[in-house]
């Protein structure tokens, strides 16, 4: 049969990818500028590629403590996140015939409709009383933050494995402990790959929680540290396009790698 192109939607996607990529160009493009070059044409290529701009945006972000301090939070969110809502949505999708865990269920997931600005200076005044407005308080409330949508993947996916492997381990003397650590955790692969990607990505690249959290300059992620480009009448788009660069890098690469993960989990998670 002979293959007909569907035009509209081919076009709706050349259109989507051009909005996309297009602020991407000029970041990278004016990343090795001069201040003179990108005031005559913010379109036109370098007329020679430089590191002058990521040099100076390392200096003046004090860039490697704050990509520090970005690692540290993102992985122990990644980390944690995977045991604890893991373990939280094997424990609701076992017990979904019982009314309580029902309403868990539903709690969990009304929880990814509630803005966080609602929630914000409730949270900030809490967060202060526990002397958590550090790290380690940001990483706690990304693992709370995330359950929600973590859990509405988890129990999808959980409900497509047999309960029978679960009862043949019981019969053999695992725990109920042990049937979740040795039996089910491994079968979760998939799906623990895709919610920390997903984690990592959100985790990474948040302004407005370490903004509202983070007190203590020396803490600040690298979405926060790209403020010292910015004066009271203008912004050193060079420098900070070059920091852009470099804070959006990593995980760039993680998400090119990972991408079949996250849409194969989605997927798993949302039909089955």
């Avoid at 019982?98 to 005044?125: H, N, Q, R, T």
Wanted: charged share 10%.
């Amino acid at each position: 049969m002979r293959k007909r192109i569907n035009w509209p939607v081919t076009f709706l996607l050349l259109l989507g990818s051009i909005v996309i990529l297009f602020p991407l160009y000029l970041t990278v493009v004016n990343a090795f500028k001069t201040p003179q070059e990108t005031a005559e044409s913010i379109l036109a290529l370098p007329s020679q590629f430089t590191l002058e701009n990521f040099i100076r945006a390392i200096e003046m972000t004090n860039f490697f403590n704050a990509f520090g301090n970005s690692f540290y939070i993102t992985v122990l969110t990644v980390l944690f996140t995977v045991l604890t809502n893991s373990l939280v949505a094997y424990a609701i999708a076992r017990n979904l015939h019982k009314k309580s865990f029902k309403i868990l269920f539903y709690y969990f997931v009304s929880a990814m409709f509630v803005p966080f600005p609602i929630i914000m200076l409730p949270l900030v005044k809490q967060m202060s009383t526990l002397s958590l407005m550090n790290p380690t308080g940001l990483v706690i409330l990304y693992i709370v933050y995330g359950l929600a949508f973590n859990v509405f993947l988890y129990v999808g996916y959980i409900k497509s494995i047999p309960k029978e492997l679960e009862e043949a381990a019981i019969v053999d003397g695992c725990t109920r402990w042990g049937v979740f650590w040795r039996i089910i955790f491994p079968l979760l692969a998939p799906m623990n790959a895709t919610v920390g990607i997903l984690t990592a990505l959100w985790a990474w690249n948040d302004f407005l929680l370490p903004l509202v959290i983070l007190s203590d300059r020396s803490d600040m992620t690298l979405p926060l540290v790209q403020f010292v480009f910015q004066s009271q009448f203008s912004t050193n788009y060079n420098l900070a396009f070059a920091s852009y660069l470099m804070a959006l890098l990593p995980m760039i690469i993680v998400y090119i790698l990972a991408q079949k993960w996250i849409i194969s989990g989605v997927t798993k998670g949302a039909i089955k």
